[in-house]
Nanobody, 133 residues
Framework: EVQLQASGGGLVQAGGSLRLSCAASGFTLDDYTIGWFRQAPGKEREGVSCIHGGNGGPHYADSVKGRFTISSDNAKNTVYLQMNSLKPEDTAVYYC??????????????????????????WGKGTQVTVSS
């Protein structure tokens, strides 16, 4: 069974850190681009960060550059999002998604906005991140 499982969310104070995990099963990360995106109430969906499991090439939204780091552990078939210097505006439900034959920048762009992006093959359930001021 193909599955993407996001975890690691929680409640943290502004300036704190969290590490999110996106564990893949039923397919190999080597051939896919994995993207993290977030959805906050009343806001458009935002493509946060994306990486190709085989080639790397991480892409970041301007809002998280310098604070978030995406990485891939192919031995564990898991992609991580290290989030440092968290701000209240980072509060959202964070999701991961997998796309075959997509570049990291293409996937992150496609994950922004509304509606299901057709380039995504697999969608994961979300994990809540809440940053208090």
């Amino acid at each position: 069974e193909v599955q993407l499982q996001a975890s690691g969310g929680g409640l943290v104070q502004a300036g704190g850190s969290l590490r999110l995990s996106c564990a893949a099963s039923g397919f190999t990360l080597d051939d896919y681009t994995i993207g993290w995106f977030r959805q906050a109430p009343g806001k458009e969906r935002e493509g946060v960060s994306c990486i190709h499991g085989g080639n790397g090439g991480p892409h970041y939204a301007d809002s998280v550059k310098g604070r978030f780091t995406i990485s891939s552990d192919n031995a564990k078939n898991t992609v991580y999002l290290q989030m440092n210097s968290l701000k209240p505006e980072d509060t959202a439900v964070y999701y991961c998604a997998a796309a075959f034959m997509e570049s990291p920048s293409g996937l992150c762009t496609g994950l922004a906005g509304t509606g299901d992006y057709p380039g995504v093959n697999y969608w994961g359930k979300g994990t809540q991140v809440t940053v208090s001021s």
